[in-house]
């Protein structure tokens, strides 16, 4: 596997744990919880290798990448309940091929519009960020 010494997915660093936990390892991914949850349920699907943009992965690693992603907004639709999930694969200022799934709620912070990157209004207990895990682990 390609790894960057610079990437906080690659190097799986503090800054990496004081934003997300980890949950799980997909087909060519890993699932992560965003801690900061002012958009309940909020997850980020990082690729396995160091790899920029989507044309960089074969055409079989793009379909299973996608594949992945599809997989948990599956999960995440079936436990939250969200009226839409939000993608955002943006990789401007953090160079590795990551999808952001941010469910949205009518009524909810920024229905109707751009997702915040990082609100910072809402954090959880230790016990409610392992609640979140244990349901989307199951739908999957």
């Excluded at 949850?37 to 074969?58: P, T």
């Excluded at 160079?95 to 997702?115: D, Q, R």
Aim: charged share 25%.
């Amino acid at each position: 596997m390609k790894k960057s010494p610079d990437c906080l997915y690659c190097q799986q660093n503090e800054l990496q744990r004081d934003l997300m936990i980890r949950i799980c390892e997909l087909s060519v991914s890993t699932l992560f919880l965003f801690k900061e949850q002012s958009y309940y349920g909020r997850c980020i699907v990082a690729y396995k290798d160091h790899v920029n943009e989507l044309f960089e992965l074969s055409e079989e690693n793009r379909n299973a990448f996608m594949s992945d992603v599809c997989k948990v907004a599956e999960a995440m639709q079936k436990v939250f309940l969200p009226a839409k999930i939000n993608y955002g694969a943006y990789s401007d200022k953090l160079a590795h091929l990551h999808f952001h799934l941010v469910p949205k709620y009518e009524n909810g912070l920024s229905y109707g519009e751009t997702f915040e990157m990082n609100p910072r209004k809402i954090y959880l207990s230790n016990d409610e960020y392992e609640q979140i895990i244990t349901k989307i682990v199951r739908a999957l």
